[in-house]
């Protein structure tokens, strides 16, 4: 949704841009080089080794040159009012946020975010950061009530009293340790002729323990509120969500900024909140073409929502 998200966000030479989840700078690129060498690019990540990998990506001069300032940091987008503030800079023109895992992640069996190979069970962003917890830890320690409402709530899955049932009982055998050894013990939990569709049937399991281990929803709650209270006037945000839990956050926090409305009846009008008008861009969130999840398979889920400040007067 790269065109959609640049015509959004309409960057021009000389703005504070911020991605929020900066991952391989796919679209930071694209971006860093809207800004024609002028202004000011923010990339962040919680993960320290795609920090590393956008900053030498952008580094390599793919931007296309020029003097924009770069700020790269390993932080969470909800960092963001407090690096802006560090920079000497009022507030953000542009911010996008592509919530979730990123397919590099994915694809690194060492980092235990997939089960396609053998890895350590781990599933963190940044094994360093405060608050965080491996996957090891929560399926080998947490009581079996918080891991059936984690993997139904975080996932929808419909065996999650079951799943959670059997890795209770699995762990007084061993403790996990693998991601293939996770993987095959949610397997067995589901019926022999459902063992072999599409998705996965431990894909939901690992995607809620992850959100788990990373305590994800919790950031883009705190995260989604600081970019959109950073925002200068005529600033977007754009979020970009692969999660239902993440995409109702996002509807919710834009629906409140735009509280109380002008015009009841339209929940999507330009209103006031605590004397800054915002405007939400678009009724529904937005959609990848079939042309796009056919290039992309992974992008099948993506919902993608903005909302703008208004300038001071509108």
């Not at 089960?115 to 009581?143: A, H, I, Q």
Request: aromatic fraction near 6%; glycine fraction near 10%; charged fraction near 30%.
């Amino acid at each position: 949704m790269v065109a959609e998200i640049l015509a959004r966000l309409n960057v021009s030479p000389g703005q504070v841009v911020c991605d929020g989840t900066v991952g391989g700078a796919g679209h930071a690129i694209e971006l860093i080089r809207r800004l024609n060498g002028k202004g000011t690019f923010i990339g962040l990540d919680r993960d320290p080794g795609m920090t590393e990998r956008a900053r030498i990506r952008i580094e390599a001069g793919e931007t296309g040159g020029g003097n924009a300032r770069l700020v790269l940091r390993t932080a969470r987008y909800g960092e963001l009012p407090e690096i802006l503030a560090e920079e000497g800079l009022k507030g953000a023109d542009a911010v996008l946020l592509d919530i979730g895992i990123n397919s590099i992640q994915v694809d690194d069996a060492a980092r235990g975010f997939s089960f396609s190979k053998e890895g350590p069970l781990d599933g963190r962003y940044n094994p360093s950061e405060p608050g965080t917890r491996p996957v090891s830890e929560l399926v080998n320690t947490e009581e079996e009530e918080n891991l059936s409402r984690w993997i139904r709530e975080y996932s929808d899955e419909r065996f999650a009293r079951k799943i959670a049932k059997r890795i209770v009982e699995r762990r007084t055998e061993r403790p996990f340790e693998t991601t293939t050894d996770l993987a095959e013990t949610v397997v067995a939990c589901y019926p022999p002729a459902k063992r072999h569709l599409k998705p996965h049937p431990a894909t939901r399991t690992f995607q809620a323990l992850r959100i788990a281990a990373n305590n994800e929803l919790h950031h883009v709650e705190a995260g989604i509120r600081a970019c959109i209270e950073s925002l200068n006037p005529g600033g977007a945000l754009c979020v970009i969500s692969y999660h239902s839990g993440e995409d109702r956050i996002a509807k919710r926090l834009f629906d409140e900024f735009g509280s109380p409305r002008s015009d009841p009846s339209n929940m999507y009008s330009a209103t006031t909140w605590e004397g800054v008008d915002y405007r939400v861009e678009s009724r529904g969130a937005a959609k990848p073409g079939a042309e796009e999840v056919a290039l992309n398979p992974r992008a099948r889920s993506a919902r993608l929502r903005t909302i703008r400040r208004q300038e001071a007067s509108e």
